[in-house]
Nanobody, 124 residues
Framework: QVQLVESGGGLVQAGGSLRLSCVAS????????MGWFRQAPGKQREFVAS????????SYADSVNGRFTISRDNAKNTLYLQLNSLKPEDTAVYYC?????????????????WGRGTQVTVSS
């Protein structure tokens, strides 16, 4: 098992930036593909980005491609999400998730482990 704790959320103006972190417990972080998801009030949780176990493979939702960057540091057991050029529609609770599947996925059902989330609020 792995436990995940997100941090780095906050209130930012449109056009600003934030960096989210997700620290994983245990020594097996490198064996999990990872993802970031977000959930806005009244909406379903949606895929944001994913990254392979090694960090060499990444994937993004169309809505954030070119603005957000996912990365990981396996030596520090930490997953990151750099959010640039933020828009009010990016406002949501952001969750990191881990899957033991062979490849990262945009399907939230493949992720067995989830953090509690960190709030990102973008003002116009």
């Amino acid at each position: 098992q792995v436990q995940l704790v997100e941090s780095g959320g906050g209130l930012v103006q449109a056009g600003g930036s934030l960096r989210l972190s997700c620290v994983a417990s245990g020594r097996t972080f490198r064996t999990y593909a990872m993802g970031w998801f977000r959930q806005a009030p009244g909406k379903q949780r949606e895929f944001v980005a994913s990254i392979s176990r090694s960090g060499t493979g990444t994937s993004y939702a169309d809505s954030v491609n070119g603005r957000f960057t996912i990365s990981r540091d396996n030596a520090k057991n930490t997953l990151y999400l750099q959010l640039n050029s933020l828009k009010p529609e990016d406002t949501a609770v952001y969750y990191c998730a881990a899957t033991s599947a062979a490849a990262a996925s945009a399907n939230r059902d493949t992720y067995a482990y989830w953090g509690r989330g960190t709030q990102v609020t973008v003002s116009s």
